[in-house]
């Protein structure tokens, strides 16, 4: 491969030019025109903005936006303040070169502002603390690359999640909806935020799940194996109605009991396959919630959702 030729080393060359124009200005200083002093000094401004974007790479093929992803994957999951981002790209419209590289190319780039409302859930705190990243101490400025693969059915996701941030309904039915369209998809905590627009949505997630039992799984909520800040729909199906308030410690103690399999065909998360209707675990009231029965472990058995949709179908 033939390579260009060019200075061989181009940050130091225009560390000298800048220092050179600075010196200069020493001079200009001294004199009142306040239009010459600002005038002489825009050279040094570009020189600046050559010599951090010449950090990154020197061919001149690589744009503001290239140069930002090279280097937030030099430092994934480490909080990068928006400055560094500047310094780097070169330009002053970086956040809008952030925000392509997000929508347009998949790349897992959540904000500060995003770390903090996805925080809301208290639980959650503890697994962003795990991997280093505090939320309640980043700055809305400052940003974290997530992962460094692309998600490419990103930009199509995007171009979903535009349509029904149009639609006039509530943050829960626009959550609801984005994640029906995308069933058993990582959703980042980043389309969550831009889709409601309020700081509000994590804590309308959890609604979802916990009081009108919609699958929707995380890290810290029944799937280990995600990513921390992705929620996915396990599938487009609700818990019985009676399920839903049993109480998380009897939730766990039956599930103990019966060794987290289906108690009719013995299905467990580990046989999860693409192809397989069987999706999750629920708990079944031998007596009916509705006829008296209660939400204690002596009244509940673990079917998976095939097994319990043929209960009730009797
Ligand atoms: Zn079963
Ligand atoms: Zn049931």
């Not at 303040?81 to 809008?96: H, K």
């Not at 502002?113 to 939320?135: L, W």
């Amino acid at each position: 491969m033939s390579r260009r030729s060019q200075p061989t080393n181009v940050p130091e060359q225009l560390r000298r030019e800048l220092v050179s124009l600075l010196t200069n200005f020493a001079e200009e200083l001294k004199h009142d025109n306040l239009r010459r002093k600002v005038v002489t000094l825009v050279p040094a401004f570009h020189t600046l903005r050559d010599l951090g974007s010449s950090l990154i790479a020197t061919d001149d093929s690589i744009g503001a936006r290239d140069r930002i992803i090279a280097y937030l994957k030099q430092y994934p999951k480490i909080i990068i303040d928006g400055d560094e981002l500047m310094v780097v790209s070169g330009i002053g419209e970086w956040a809008r070169r952030v925000r392509e590289l997000r929508v347009q190319y998949g790349w897992w780039i959540y904000s500060g502002v995003t770390f903090k409302q996805m925080a809301q859930n208290s639980d959650d705190v503890q697994e962003f603390r795990a991997i280093g990243i505090d939320p309640l101490l980043i700055k809305p400025d400052q940003y974290v690359l997530m992962s460094t693969t692309q998600d490419l059915e990103a930009a199509y996701r995007w171009n979903v999640l535009d349509d029904i941030r149009k639609q006039k309904i509530s943050t829960k039915s626009k959550i609801l909806e984005y994640l029906k369209k995308n069933i058993g998809k990582q959703v980042t905590g980043e389309e969550l935020s831009a889709l409601t627009k309020t700081k509000e949505w994590a804590r309308r997630v959890r609604e979802l799940r916990t009081e009108e039992g919609w699958p929707i799984v995380t890290k810290n909520a029944g799937r280990e194996d995600l990513p921390v800040g992705v929620y996915l729909l396990e599938s487009d199906r609700q818990a019985h109605a009676h399920d839903r308030k049993i109480p998380d410690p009897v939730r766990v103690n039956v599930l103990t009991r019966d060794h987290f399999r289906c108690t009719k065909c013995g299905w467990s998360r580990d046989m999860l396959s693409p192809d397989d209707p069987r999706k999750m675990l629920e708990l079944h009231h031998i007596h009916q919630h509705k006829d008296g029965g209660s939400n204690t472990a002596e009244n509940l058995i673990t079917l998976c959702n095939v097994c319990h949709d043929e209960v009730h179908r009797h």
